[in-house]
């Protein structure tokens, strides 16, 4: 059965610090593992990953992934008030399914 | 360029009532289709998805029902809705030559 697991469920730190979220995941015929930040509404892109050990970034945020032990993280360096947000991963596998984690809860304190 | 539309983005209605909620997705063609639900502060759960017309696999057996009866348009149903169908559902495209995931604005369901 198709899995997401992402750890820790919520998370509370101060302006400034650096955050390491995880996400491991169980998967037939993996496709791509995906992370979304949601604060309101609907979720918002972040990074696609379909290789292992590349880092994608973006600013203050980068992301890897290790198919060999299948999981990703992502990191926030320096963090700011406005990150505080539901961060989503997602995997994609057999027929195109999109298997969503819980999601880890931050909350950013000034 | 590839829009989603879903509608309405709030609802609010009474127990035993039916509910019809529509997604529609422009600028693309057979794309793969997604019904999630969503509590409060929590991930997404996975209820219905499409990979094309009239296909619909569903993931947690329940009050709810989907139906595609367009290339490009995703139905999400109930002939008598519950207390604990509340909650927030999104739809979500993925393009079938791209894995990245493409959101409605989400629709706030509360029975009451």
């Known amino acids: 059965e198709d899995k997401v697991v992402q750890s820790p469920l919520s998370l509370v730190v101060h302006e400034g610090d650096t955050v390491t979220l995880n996400c491991s995941y169980e998967v037939t015929n993996f496709r791509s593992l995906l992370w979304y930040k949601q604060e309101k509404k609907a979720p918002t892109f972040l990074f696609m990953l379909t290789s292992s050990g590349i880092e994608k970034k973006s600013g203050r945020l980068s992301s890897i992934l290790d198919k060999k032990e299948l999981f990703s993280i992502l990191n926030i360096t320096a963090t700011q008030t406005g990150d505080s947000a539901i961060y989503l991963c997602?995997?994609?596998?057999?027929?195109?399914?999109?298997?969503f984690g819980k999601g880890i809860t931050l909350s950013v304190r000034p | 360029s590839q829009t989603i539309h879903q509608w309405p983005a709030t609802l609010v209605q009474p127990v035993g009532s039916p509910l019809s909620l529509e997604c529609t997705v422009e600028g693309t063609s057979n794309p793969n289709l997604y019904w999630y639900r969503q509590a409060a502060g929590r991930g997404l759960q996975l209820l219905f998805y499409?990979?094309?017309?009239?296909?619909i696999s569903s993931e947690v057996p329940q009050n709810l029902s989907a139906s595609r009866p367009q290339d490009r348009q995703f139905i999400l149903s109930s002939k008598k809705l519950l207390l604990s169908d509340s909650g927030f559902y999104l739809c979500?495209?993925?393009?079938?030559?791209?894995?990245?995931?493409?959101f409605g604005q989400g629709t706030r369901l509360t029975v009451v």
């Open positions: 997602a995997h994609t596998g057999a027929n195109s399914k999109l298997t």
């Open positions: 979500a495209w993925v393009d079938s030559s791209n894995t990245e995931a493409f």
């Open positions: 499409s990979v094309g017309i009239g296909q």
